[in-house]
């Protein structure tokens, strides 16, 4: 994937085997010129309102370094964070380097690995994706979209997180469940595969805005906008979401968003740990 930027141009991003076809400012075919422009304005207002609410929006996965990261991504699968990061220290610490798990037992990666689901295929997966690293690679987690793609178990969301956390790389944006939700509520895609939420994302937002808008968007899905009850009284882009009052069941917002967005990211802080009550978004004045 090649990314030109002329000053505050957005990103032309062509098409490889590994993306989707044709320019990327094909992408939101669905919107007339008015809704585009609107969904533009909107999507600026909720980078904004973002900054306050996730002031420095990480990976929550515990990694030292791409190798780690990559093995933790794949096995979070279906599989929450918090899981995996109960499980890795002691992966990490019986096979240390991609030769030494390469070389691994697989059942025996399987009992280490099991409690975060289809442990089966990770331990394969895991096995097979260090071998090609050590075979192919030098032992290095490649830096290309193309490359890292080659490893088994390894598509478009895991190449993207781990070369934009690992190494700062903006190859394109991260979209798990969480972010293709919020993407979604908030009118910023219509797409419901990952890949077409990406094309609709990087079309919105500037390169080298996708590493942080990736992880603000999953963190935000994780613990404000979630599947089944979402905060919305509670959320920092209530007044920007096309989707609050009815998932609301009309109930407004309480207080003023910088109060909602300081009181998110207390609880991103907290990595859940500080739920969000109604009055921590209360109006201190």
């Known amino acids: 994937m090649q990314v030109s930027l002329g000053g505050d141009a957005r990103p032309h991003v062509t098409a490889t085997k590994h ?3 044709g320019l990327l400012g094909a992408g939101r075919g ?13 999507a600026k207002q909720v980078k904004r309102r973002f900054k306050r609410a996730v ?18 991504t794949i096995l979070s699968a279906q599989c929450t964070d918090a899981r995996v990061n ?13 030769a030494a798990l390469a070389l691994a037992d697989v059942s025996e ?17 895991i096995i097979e994706a260090s071998a090609t690293i050590v075979e192919d690679f030098g032992g290095e987690v490649p830096r290309r979209l193309e490359e890292i793609t080659r490893l088994p178990g390894v598509a478009r969301k895991t190449g993207n997180l781990v070369l934009g956390v690992a190494y700062g790389i903006a190859s394109g944006m991260v979209v798990d469940t969480h972010a293709g939700r919020v993407a979604r509520r908030l009118g910023l895609t219509e797409a419901q595969d990952p ?3 990406e094309r609709d994302l990087t079309q919105l937002f500037h390169a080298r805005s996708w590493i942080r ?26 007044e920007l979401c096309p989707s609050a009052e009815q998932l609301s069941g009309g109930q407004p917002p309480k207080g003023r968003w910088t109060a909602r967005a300081d009181a998110e990211w207390t609880t991103v802080q907290s990595r859940g740990n500080n739920e969000l009550p109604a009055s921590a978004a209360r109006d201190p004045s």
């Open 30 to 42: 669905w919107c007339s010129n008015s809704e585009a422009m609107e969904t533009d304005e909107r």
């Open 19 to 21: 993306g989707w076809s």
């Open 55 to 72: 002031v420095e929006p990480k990976c929550e996965l515990d990694h030292d370094g791409a190798w780690q990261l990559l093995i933790a």
């Open 195 to 197: 890949v077409g939420v």
């Open 213 to 238: 808008m990736s992880h603000t968007l999953v963190l935000h899905g994780r613990y404000v906008c979630k599947s089944a009850k979402p905060r919305c009284s509670t959320c920092p882009l209530y």
């Open 109 to 125: 990666v399987e009992t280490l690995i099991k409690s975060t689901g289809t442990f089966r295929v990770k331990a394969k997966r």
């Open 86 to 98: 109960m499980v890795t220290p002691k992966l990490f610490a019986r096979f240390s380097t991609p």
